[in-house]
Nanobody, 125 residues
């Protein structure tokens, strides 16, 4: 059974940091790209960052570039999203997703095959 389990969300003040984790199981980790997406109330789901596990290529949306860092621990089948200098506009439910053999930089939600349940990130001003 494929599972993606996010953790690490919470409430933080503007300028603070959070580190999200996405623990994957039930598929061959190396064959996938893992993406982070977010959805704020009343807004469309937005791609934040992705990493191609096989070669560790990374990609960031302009809105988070320089503030967020994606990484993977292949021994633990886990991908992390370190979020620094958080802003109120970063408030959203954050989801991780797995896409089979996606090229580096593909951050289109319909290209991803499996999704986690999401974790809430709230940034207060």
């Amino acid at each position: 059974e494929v599972q993606l389990v996010e953790s690490g969300g919470g409430l933080v003040q503007a300028g603070g940091s959070l580190k999200l984790s996405c623990a994957a199981s039930g598929f061959t980790f190396d064959d996938y790209a893992i993406g982070w997406f977010r959805q704020a109330p009343g807004k469309e789901r937005e791609g934040v960052s992705c990493i191609t596990i096989r070669d560790s290529s990374t990609y960031y949306a302009d809105s988070v570039k320089g503030r967020f860092t994606i990484s993977s621990d292949n021994a633990k089948n886990t991908v992390y999203l370190q979020m620094n200098s958080l802003k109120p506009e970063d408030t959203a439910v954050y989801y991780c997703a797995a896409g089979y053999r996606l090229r580096a930089g593909v951050l289109v939600s319909r290209r991803y095959d499996y999704w986690g349940q999401g974790t809430q990130v709230t940034v207060s001003s």
